[in-house]
């Protein structure tokens, strides 16, 4: 199968360049009789999209989503749903100049050694724009798994830059700009932030999501494992560049005392595995942690080479998020919905008959919260 | 796809469990013509093979692979590779008093719930035993790497629990037990590993891969990037619960000034990407770091429950690896040169036309190890 | 990966119900470089479309195609390629009365037990009208097929009911409206359908397609076969029953002298295996043949059942081709484009590399024409 | 994904050469559960072995199958199922002399100018051998399906060469070399395969299969539909040249009024559709039939060519089956029981969920053999 095709049995196609006429996806694989409306998936989408504050990009897009097929008087016929994002502020002209050059940390030399050409305009299918289709296929992840399973899949920002951002309360998230799970903090990110735009340079950021209340039994060992699959959709959003599930690298300097989570019939004692073992779901919650990288796209100079090999000078002005990681939680959270949704499919296949008699345990702590993410001393 | 195979093109299908008749695996998609021998695969399972030394596990398993198809006369015929490895040191006795309690920190409870079934002994299919699998077929990986494109690929601990090891050379990795890129570290390690060994615990690792001689354009975005399938590959070795590509979670604090890498007619300045960008290979060295968890199996007492959910101490006698991670090396570059065949003809499938008259520019210092791995304050 | 995508390399992801807002594909793993245009694309649809003659559905549907992403300046640019066709012409109101009934011969029973719903307006998603877009991907395949290895794939009518059509010239073909190879014989099959279409029955046909200029090399056995991946392509085409290849059902009486085509310095004598064996393309034209059923649709009175499993009659006014398989044989030369393709990439994936001193032999006969389709006395 | 893997979800991974040292299979996705023994697979495996009567092959091969991994304590554990067979019969030497030259309608040409190498030895992997472990894993499928659904496959020769074998019973099946469905007529099938055999030609055959008990819904429209899958894997056996479901060819010369099957609330009036609509299983039996080429590999003189492109005169003494079909009733069924199972698979894990209150009709014949198969005039 082709690159740009998602999820084995919940499969997500997605097409579309930056600046052409639209992206979009086929969502192909969902179960018959779900409710969605396209209102419903614009609520997803309008959490991710440019120019919700003044720290992220100033591009005009509404991302407006439209139904395709697939969904028939208001649920889901079990045919592919395709949704069409139309582009509309494509400000081309921002990019003429990049046509001969490479951006230093873009995909820009990349693509175009690989195919022999590229659409320049605005990064082309290397843009970040091309996430919108990942968080209107998770909005109806997310929707299956909430009304089949009850799992509910919540992301936050727990660092941008130098600040570590400690996790007070979900409710906070919804409520500024940054996902940052702490009212007190988001000053000092105001700040930081706009310090930053102001010396025209950018920086990272740590994202983290969690899912509660997955089942026991979800993944496909040896290779397909629930981790695995979701270290491959994390580190496959655009900027990532690192991915941890539970206790992630902590554990290399965990003793096994310390690290392998303690179980009693009230439940797990701690969540060091980050809800998996063994590559499939323990019950606990799936605990994700991934690294945003800067944007590579600044005002400041950098030394880069053209077409034909020489030297030049590159600064990008247009319009970009001087933190990508301020609008990565809601992908990060489509993504994980997307996995785990196509697991909930991979495992109902084989193992749809499955019953034991031994009670399910989940986590101990009656929220968990506590737990999340993993202390970083 | 069930989740037994690995890759696309180049896929190599598992089976076997620890005390089963046998382990295996079958390779289909490999290019013909290629020169190998059950000699050559036998040299790095050796590498993994337990009882190499006083740190791993003392069970006695030659690990000796047979090639049962897809090579005549000494070279790879374009059919499947089939390779078997018998089992010789079963001693399922260990095992039976696991049979009705769940071993925390494994993946007994996990099987046990999905499938409803299990197969108690040593872990079943959920034993690091079918990880020579992957060294197998990762040789083959290797080698064809190696002869059509000088592709190297080499692993080392770069971390024993507390204990980080600074890189010297490639050249000591293969003189010690711990795979140890540094010969002045070694009777530390040792020193470390021989009081664990004492107290019953077990200590967490951090492995680092690079491979060197990628040509730029590997890759296929926006989904399967080629370091979302490293992040896939290296998340599904057992024990493994964090990777990053180059900078890794270093890049949280990271400015854009600092992380991008500049780029010059003689060669990209910095590595910080680990070679990959917008998940395509940037001809520079593919870096990769992954942490692995502390060893489960430990002799000291730990809570748990039993199959009807009763609450039990367990402890695990049997022979184990106190640092699962000191074996992780091999399986780390089987895994990697895996993922780097499979996309290397993936890649030529849909661009093997392509040429463009841009020069490939490539790492700028001569060896580039001195960057390997990124720095760790 | 889900019942939606055709293809493992060249995957074309069909979406789209008869009367939803559009039907479309996203055609992902090009490679880039090739030169296409929705004008292309579009004379491939006008063969197919509807209303083009008294002998087809008279439903209006201009069929327009509108290139979403993918292609850039003209040439595809190795991206999802995203191809969108607005449904114009929905008079649902003819389907209403079928909302609670199933038509024998339709899938409507299967989709309704299968999915608990249904899109009843003409079909929904089993309707013919989703081969538009097999059309419209086959059109890039055909152009990329016929650039990069000068194959051409034409098909023809070679029986409609009882009529028997011998084949005369490729040239006839594109001068009627049944893809008849034969001028002599049209008025026959004119005076044939108009008689049809006042009875208010359909008529099944026979449709034969022919790939010319395939290499030796292109398929993957044992399983993914170039005939096996044709057989599993055009069984998939609404209301295909039967496909053969080369002799096909013939060969059931015919003795290994016979059937097996001699080689010579100069060619293949005959050409019984229809251009595979084994598996594998041997340089000879593909031949393929398949059934199509008559249409399901008719006027007259059928028994049936209702949603509530009463007995009831239903007969189908609306607008249906009394013989689907006029239309059929762009649909089928599209499919076998893009099973070629396909294979195409995956051959050179896997095979990139090998050359042999042997003389490629191709068929004797400097036309082959004669020889389609096999005799059928 | 490469070639050697049959099934989505239940997949079957095929290695092995005709005279290397094994043959042999890795199943992957099998549900846990299942009581499955090697004797049970065995009795499968003896009716398609060689040498069981003077009109096969007369190699000995006892295709004695070892299960290597996936069954414990007699059940599948739901991790991949290795089954390995070893040869033991190969007289190499018996096809020295075609290591340069190629026999016609073999595919040594095609193996050859595909890869580059060939694996000369009795067809290597080409040979019918490898279909051995087809029906060892089809007998897996076989016992799920009838366990979980009671659905029950059955095959039958219908036409050797030119004599049509009228259906009388299933009973008689079982008890002659040919598979015929009729007592009366095997004298003549003997007497026929014995002037054959001195002759030194071959002959073809055609061969039905049904599976009784399928519920309606199985089948992935609109590519992956039942009888596409069904094609695919009919074409994919070895010397089959087409494919029909239900009425086949016959279809052509059908109306509407003749061919789609009328629905009363005690069940379908007739089976045209051979138990298909739109992709997905009717509820009626699945009536399949497939045209086997006459063998290619004969005493008599053929003319070809050698590996420098010079004319040579072939014949083939070794070891062979007059007939192929005559051993193909067993890989039949094998193979329509591994795509029905993987369909039941992939239709659980999507639409798992669905009910409705419609009932269930099915064929209205009590046995429904009467019209098994479609009867050619």
Redesign the interface.
């Known amino acids: 199968?082709?690159?740009?095709?998602?999820g084995?049995?919940?499969?997500v196609?997605?097409?579309?360049?930056s600046h052409?006429?639209?992206?979009?996806?086929?969502v192909?694989?969902?179960?018959?009789?779900l409710p969605i409306s396209a209102e419903e998936i614009q609520i997803e989408l309008d959490r991710r999209k440019p120019g919700t504050s003044r720290h992220v990009t100033q591009r005009r897009e509404p991302d407006e989503v439209?139904?395709?097929?697939?969904v028939?008087e208001g649920?889901?016929?079990?045919?592919?749903?395709?949704l069409?994002i139309r582009n509309q502020d494509q400000r081309s002209r921002d990019y003429g100049n990049i046509a001969e050059t490479?951006r230093?940390?873009?995909?820009d030399?990349?693509?175009?050694?690989?195919?022999?050409?590229?659409?320049y305009r605005g990064g082309?299918?290397?843009s970040a724009r091309?996430t919108a289709v990942r968080v209107a296929a998770g909005a109806i992840a997310r929707k299956w798994l909430q009304e089949?399973y009850g799992v509910v899949i919540r992301g936050f920002m727990s660092?941008l830059?130098?600040i570590r951002i400690p996790f007070e309360s979900w409710d906070e998230v919804l409520r500024n700009p940054f996902f940052a799970p702490n009212a007190g903090i988001v000053p000092q990110l105001e700040a930081y932030m706009d310090e930053l735009r102001k010396s025209g340079?950018?920086?990272?950021?740590?994202i983290d999501v969690v899912a509660t209340g997955v089942p026991?039994?979800?993944?496909?060992?040896?290779?397909?494992?629930l981790?695995?699959?979701?270290?491959?959709?994390?580190?496959?959003i655009?900027a990532v560049?690192?991915?941890?599930?539970?206790?992630?690298?902590?554990?290399?300097?965990?003793?096994?005392?310390?690290?392998?989570?303690?179980?009693?019939?009230e439940g797990y004692?701690t969540n060091?595995?980050?809800g998996v073992?063994?590559?499939?779901?323990?019950?606990q919650d799936i605990i994700v942690s991934m690294?945003?990288?800067?944007?590579?796209?600044?005002r400041?100079d950098?030394?880069?080479?053209d077409?034909?090999?020489?030297?030049v000078i590159v600064n990008t002005h247009g319009r970009h998020d001087p933190c990508v990681g301020i609008r990565a939680t809601p992908i990060a959270e489509a993504m994980l919905a997307i996995v785990l949704m196509d697991h909930a499919?991979?495992?109902?296949?084989?193992?749809?008959?499955?019953?034991?008699?031994?009670?399910?345990?989940e986590r101990l702590a009656p929220q968990g919260v506590q737990r999340v993410p993993p202390p970083r001393a």
Chains 1, 2, 3, 4 share one sequence.
């Open positions: 199968m082709s690159g740009n095709t998602l084995k049995l919940f499969c196609t997605s097409f579309g360049e052409g006429p639209a992206i979009g996806c086929v192909d694989g969902c179960p018959p009789g439209e139904i395709l097929s697939g028939f649920v889901t016929t079990g045919t592919p749903i395709a069409l490479f230093p940390g873009h995909a030399y990349e693509y175009w050694q690989k195919y022999g050409i590229r659409d082309g299918r290397s091309e089949r660092q830059g130098p340079d950018s920086i990272g950021a740590r026991v039994g979800w993944g496909e060992p040896v290779y397909d494992r981790d695995a699959d979701i270290a491959y959709a994390m580190m496959g655009n560049k690192g991915v941890e599930i539970g206790a992630g690298f902590e554990c290399v300097t965990q003793h096994g005392t310390e690290h392998s989570d303690e179980m009693t019939p004692l060091n595995a980050g073992l063994g590559g499939i779901s323990s019950g690294a945003v990288k800067p944007t590579s796209s600044i400041l950098r030394r880069s080479i077409k034909q090999g020489n030297p499919l991979r495992h109902r296949a084989q193992c749809g008959d499955v019953t034991t008699e031994t009670p399910r345990i």
